[in-house]
């Protein structure tokens, strides 16, 4: 948050009513007793804090209940205290009591120092002042990311690997479901605590942890605003959005405009309060003069490039204009049509050239009962074709999406083509089924894109010159 130099919050006003500060809990436990500045409500005026009594930012006396939270944990845990100190929950008199107070009945709640305290602070309680940032991540794609144990993933993270992977891997992204200790009902079970996973399931029923993007003590909007904070999940092998938006002119624009990107301000409209360069943030989450913060990250997506052939989302037109209207504060309509149009071509090359067939050739391998093992996974062909859409498949295709072309083509097409040519197509024909072999026989030869495998290389050569061979893919740049 700007301060100006008489200590009060940047008088700049808002255009976009970026807060939903409200009094009313849900499905929360907690009381709403914001101790909020009158010059501050002034500020987010039309804020409604039905049964919020307003009284000053100072600190709880010392005696009180509130106030002996913070002069006891002051000394045990001063890292912590400091960073809810300093942090605009400090500053607005939001105290320990504020989250952690709950009702005796609650499954997690326990009694300390003379009041019902629960550890979990979960969206629904954070709910209870920021109404629509908790309703919006409910119903993002976000909030379900821990109901990932009917996938092919899971399985083979229990079967390949083993539970404590899936704990410490899986869920420490997708989150997992918070239980209870059995010794000690009303503590949280150690396997299935600490977790700050984008989906983590609460003993509440409320889905996810705010701290995923704003981490405790301090959850700064700073923070949330940098890519870093992406980046724990959203990175490695299988989704390297991070290393692609590092390797991107727009990443490299950012580094080096950091200082410049005014992250803590309170308003962070893009081409208004910064313009070197956007951040993951601003192109999936944050507020451009015609639209207001969304905690709803699919909002903005036409495609999903997730599954071995992509798919479009629904409403997908209108998602991708919500896109486009980010780009449209950098860049002008012919740049933002002619990049849709270089993506959604890599796109369709990947599904029609190669995850398609390659899908086709599994199907018919399983149909015709070839695998010599029962269970999934256990069958090297099963890793090979899994490789080529879930790492290689899914790398070329992030790449498109965020103009990164190392991962387009050196860790994409160039991987996708390898693994099929070299990898997946001979494992197939090792199982020696001739239907499956007359199946990769067609394909080579009839295929216009596969075809160049069984001729001569002059003639490929003059195919590349003349055009010939770049015609064949020309109905791909479009969505
Ligand atoms: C006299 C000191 C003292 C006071 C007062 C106090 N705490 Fe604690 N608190 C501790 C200590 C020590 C621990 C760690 C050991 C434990 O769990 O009892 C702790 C643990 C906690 C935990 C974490 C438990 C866990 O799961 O690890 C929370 C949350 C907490 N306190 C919140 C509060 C709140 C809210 C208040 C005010 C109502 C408060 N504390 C008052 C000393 C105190
Ligand atoms: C704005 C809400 C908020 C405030 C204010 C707050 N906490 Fe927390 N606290 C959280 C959240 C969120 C977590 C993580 C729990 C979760 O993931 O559900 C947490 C976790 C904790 C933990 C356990 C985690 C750990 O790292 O050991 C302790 C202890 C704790 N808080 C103590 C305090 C104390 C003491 C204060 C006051 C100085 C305080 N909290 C103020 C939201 C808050
Ligand atoms: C008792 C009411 C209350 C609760 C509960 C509460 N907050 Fe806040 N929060 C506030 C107030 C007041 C502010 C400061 C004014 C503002 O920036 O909106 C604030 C500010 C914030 C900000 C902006 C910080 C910045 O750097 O500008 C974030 C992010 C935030 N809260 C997240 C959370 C999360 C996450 C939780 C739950 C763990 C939570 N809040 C729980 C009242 C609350
Ligand atoms: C480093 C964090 C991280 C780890 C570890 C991780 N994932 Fe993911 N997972 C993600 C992200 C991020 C996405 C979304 C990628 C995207 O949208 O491109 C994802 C996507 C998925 C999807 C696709 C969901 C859909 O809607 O299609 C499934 C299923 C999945 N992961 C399951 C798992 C399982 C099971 C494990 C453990 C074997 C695991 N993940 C490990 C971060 C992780
Ligand atoms: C996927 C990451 C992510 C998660 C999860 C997340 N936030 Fe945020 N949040 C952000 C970002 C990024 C911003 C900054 C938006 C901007 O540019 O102003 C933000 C801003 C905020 C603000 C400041 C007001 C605003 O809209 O600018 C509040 C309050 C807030 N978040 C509350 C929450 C609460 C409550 C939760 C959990 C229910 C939550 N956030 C979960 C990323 C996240
Ligand atoms: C704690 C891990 C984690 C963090 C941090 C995180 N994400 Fe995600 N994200 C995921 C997972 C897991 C999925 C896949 C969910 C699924 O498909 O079930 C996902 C999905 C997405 C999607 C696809 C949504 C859709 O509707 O298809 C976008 C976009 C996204 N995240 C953007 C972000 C941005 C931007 C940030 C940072 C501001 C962020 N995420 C922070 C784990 C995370
Ligand atoms: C310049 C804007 C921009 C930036 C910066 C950006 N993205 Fe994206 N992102 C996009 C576009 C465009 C798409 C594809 C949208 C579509 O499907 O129409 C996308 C797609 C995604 C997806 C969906 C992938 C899938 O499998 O369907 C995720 C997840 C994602 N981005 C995360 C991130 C993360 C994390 C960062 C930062 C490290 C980031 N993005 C930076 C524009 C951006
Ligand atoms: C905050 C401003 C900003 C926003 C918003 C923004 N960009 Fe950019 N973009 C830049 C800058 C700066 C460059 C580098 C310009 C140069 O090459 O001189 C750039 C470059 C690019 C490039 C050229 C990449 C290359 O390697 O030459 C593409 C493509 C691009 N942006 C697409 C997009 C798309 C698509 C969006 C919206 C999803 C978007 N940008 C949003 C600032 C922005």
Partial sequence: MEMNPSGDRDPVPRLVPVHGIQGRAVLSRRRCPLKTPLSFLSLVAPVVLAGCTVASAEDPAPGTTAGRCMTCHREEHPGLYRQWYDSEHGKHGVTCIDCHGA???????????????ATLVTPADCGACHEDEAAQVQASHHATAGQILESQDAYMAHAVGGHPAAVAGCESCHGGKVTLDDTAPNRLSAVSWPNSGIGRINPDASLGSCTACHARHAFSVAQARSPESCGKCHLGPDHPQEEIYEESKHGNAFFSNRAAS????????????????????????????????????GQRLSWTLRPAVSKHQEDWKAKRTR????????????FIEGFYAQFDGVVNLYDRKFALPAGEIMALVRERGLLEHPAEFSNDIEWIYWELWHHEGRRARHGAAMAGPDYTWWHGIYDVAHNFYFEFLPAAREL??????AKIDALLADDPMHSWFGRDTATIKADIRSGKLQRIYGDMFQP
Wanted: net charge negative; proline share 6%; with cysteine.
């Fill in 323 to 334: 896109m486009q209207k980010v780009c449209a504060a950098c860049h002008g309509p012919t």
């Fill in 262 to 297: 005014n992250l803590d301000a309170d308003r962070w409209i893009v081409g208004m309060d910064y313009a070197g360069a956007p951040t993951c943030a601003t192109c999936h989450l944050s507020a451009t003069i015609a639209q207001p913060v969304t905690h709803d990250v």
């Fill in 103 to 117: 009702e005796r009945g609650d499954k997690d709640a326990f009694e300390h120092e003379g009041a019902w305290v």
């Fill in 432 to 437: 020696g089924d001739p239907a499956v072999n």
